[in-house]
């Protein structure tokens, strides 16, 4: 039977007390402890014929491993500082309750959501439109009609604020706000879009439970047919404030809940690439356990294999390769869209869902790229996982070729994904640049820019007319 | 200085290994080598530790079981040491926190590490850390620096409100403070009064250093 939500509360609140530091270092000695008990090796991620493993005793180890960790050492609450403990007949009844297939939006406009199978053929499991970025208050009320209007979107996910009704967003009450309208906006838009039905994703204002909880409301706000975002933070950790929304969430029968799962390798606890890939199964599987999060986010490609032959769960994001085009900072341009056709083409071969996220850069992504993104995964829909990499190898040694990456700025070089620039300074180019929302068009250098990736795209075999 | 003891310190920081460092701390003070020395050594190789992990090739958890193994062999040597060593081993100390209402700390711990590997004494307040405790610890340990991180751009006011807290209690003058974060920016830092904006943890230590020396 699936673990209670109210029973995870009460051991988030009486279990063992530990401090944080002596938590971290326990995970990371158990999590090598692991590497070594069942000899795992992360595959080179740059090496092209190791993309997918094809070593199912290997992808069962992970697994393996992985619920052993939560076994063995459960999860840590920091706010209560207490660890929240589970059987193992717990976890796997639990996991058996990870639902095959659920509803997403409604009427009309209600999406089938279910896990599509890695070796390609399905296509994308869920398209989000987009949004994942911070917005200036103008934008945020215009936009959500525009990105909602792009066919083969199946639901939105919000954005942050940091100025509302001319006051800054500073505060929970504010937040709580902030949240509100949030939603609102979008749910407007659904309308002016015509596709009122279409589900909505609250994208947090602030991590406190009342700004997570303030947006539920079936008139204007978040419906039972939306979702919302509930992240454990990196090395197994969880917080009270997201415990106390998933049980509000649970009780109001929020659709699905997005588990952001984002942390790099190097700067986890797992303390290896394989530890991460252990990690990255405990964190997801933790995730549904405490939060009920039914979509998953970043993991390496080998933990995804794992989740995908042992639950249902949903999983965003595609494969990582050495063939990723990485989103630069230029939106507007060839390469920018190319990154998306990649992108669409990952997730169509893998089954995954799309998430293109503006990646805490303002105002990161318009309408077009996104209705080129969805294009392509349409048109990648039936590639098997093979051809699919040897299509996205080619767009990517062609898009060199042709437009290759801009040189990056110094006072736009960091310490690798660690750093981000959100361009609240003005310093970096935004949809507004390329994009007009009244009109609801691009500008006409960006079309231009489009008509040399669509050429591209062909060219390198991807049929889309 | 011996040239095995200071083998012993700088293996036992790039082994990550603290009882080691214990032991080859003890030694040092027992050879009665010059402690500066000493301290020397450790924080060129806790400096090596810091580089590998700026080069991706070691993880997180190495280079706090480093930090550790380095604190561990400093409080050892200190016992040896004048007032006057005392401070000049130190390049001063660090309070250093996620603001309120955040609980993103990948970005603060790296930060820290960084901090700790050039040398800084930094006290660690963790996350979602209010002004008043920002105000109350730095005071407490006599820090010089102050260093506020933040991820969302609803928590960016946080960062303000503790320098306009200082200003209120007439401390502002008693701390540098030092901001960054994935929304923070140049402009940000300057318009709240910050004293330095660091793009990521390598300019971080740069920052830092440089406050100090401008007093």
């Known amino acids: 039977m699936l673990l209670d939500l109210l029973e995870v509360a009460h051991r988030a609140w009486t279990g063992p007390r530990m401090e944080e530091k002596e938590w971290q270092m326990g995970l990371f000695r158990n999590v090598q402890e692991l590497v070594k008990r069942y000899n795992l090796k992360a595959p080179d991620p740059n090496d092209r014929s190791q993309i997918i493993c094809r070593d199912n005793a290997m992808i069962d180890a992970v697994w393996q491993a992985g619920i052993d960790f939560l076994v063995e050492k459960g999860i840590y609450c920091f706010d209560t500082r207490r660890v929240i403990e589970f059987t193992e007949e717990e976890v796997k009844e639990t996991i058996r309750g990870i639902p095959k297939t659920f509803i997403i939006g409604e009427g009309k406009d209600a999406v089938a959501v279910k896990n599509m199978h890695i070796d390609g053929g399905e296509g994308v499991a869920i398209a989000c439109g987009g949004f994942h970025s911070p917005y200036r208050e103008d934008l945020a009320q215009l936009a959500p009609k525009a990105f909602m209007m792009i066919p083969g979107v199946d639901y939105m996910q919000g954005f942050t604020l940091k100025v509302i009704d001319g006051r800054e967003v500073h505060g929970t009450a504010m937040a709580c706000y902030a949240a509100r309208r949030q939603v609102e906006w979008m749910r407007q838009g659904a309308g002016k879009a015509g596709r009122p039905g279409m589900a909505i994703c609250y994208y947090p204002m602030s991590l406190e439970a009342a700004p997570m909880i303030a947006p539920l409301d079936p008139r204007n706000g978040l419906r039972p047919c939306d979702g919302s975002f509930l992240t454990p933070l990196p090395n197994l950790m969880v917080e009270a404030g997201l415990i106390t929304a998933a049980v509000v969430y649970n009780e109001y029968g929020l659709s699905f809940i997005i588990n952001g799962n984002g942390h790099g390798e190097q700067d986890s606890f797992a303390g290896s690439r394989e530890g991460y890939m252990v990690t990255g199964v405990a964190k997801t599987i933790a995730g549904w356990m405490v939060y009920r999060d039914n979509i998953t986010n970043i993991s390496p490609n080998i933990t995804q294999q794992a989740l995908d032959r042992h639950c249902n769960m949903v999983r965003v994001h595609g494969v990582r390769t050495p063939d990723d085009i990485p989103r630069t900072y230029e939106i507007g341009t060839e390469r920018y869209l190319l990154h998306y056709a990649n992108y669409a083409i990952s997730c169509a071969i893998f089954g995954s869902g799309m998430e293109p996220s503006g990646g805490g850069h303002l105002e990161g992504q318009s309408p077009y790229e996104i209705e080129f993104m969805c294009e392509c995964a349409e048109a990648a829909r039936g590639l098997k996982l093979d051809d699919g990499l040897e299509l996205m190898r080619n767009i990517r040694k062609m898009a060199d070729e042709e437009c290759p990456a801009p040189p990056v700025s110094p006072d736009r070089t960091g310490m690798g994904h660690r750093v981000v620039f959100s361009g609240w300074d003005g310093s970096l180019p935004t949809m507004r640049d390329v994009y007009d929302l009244v009109k609801m068009e691009p500008s006409e250098s960006y079309k231009m820019e489009m008509v040399k990736a669509r050429r591209l795209v062909k060219a390198a075999g991807l049929n889309i007319d | ?215």
């Open chain 2, 1 to 215: 200085m011996s040239s095995k003891v200071a083998d012993d310190l700088r293996n036992a920081i790039l082994q990550y290994d603290s009882e080691e460092a214990k032991k080859a701390a003890e030694e040092a003070v027992r050879a009665r080598l010059d402690p500066m020395d000493a301290i020397r050594v450790l924080t060129a190789a806790i400096g090596e530790v810091g580089e590998r992990f700026h080069r991706e090739e070691i993880f997180l958890p190495h280079v706090v079981m480093a930090a550790d193994a380095m604190q561990a062999a400093v409080e050892i040597i200190r016992q040896s040491m004048s007032e006057e060593e005392l401070r000049k081993a130190k390049l001063g100390k660090v309070v250093i926190g996620t603001v309120e209402g955040d609980l993103h700390d990948i970005g603060k711990n790296i930060v820290m590490m960084m901090l700790i590997a050039a040398g800084f004494d930094v006290v660690d307040l963790g996350r979602d850390v209010n002004a008043d405790e920002f105000i109350r610890r730095a005071k407490e340990v006599n820090a010089e620096i102050i260093a506020l991180s933040c991820l969302m751009t609803t928590t960016l006011p946080y960062q303000r409100e503790v320098i306009e807290e200082l200003n209120r209690l007439k401390l502002r003058g008693q701390f540098k403070v030092m901001v960054g974060g994935g929304p923070v920016t140049r402009g940000w830092a300057k318009s709240i009064g910050a004293d330095g904006y660091g793009m990521d943890a390598h300019e971080a230590v740069e920052v830092a250093k440089k406050l100090l020396s401008s007093g």
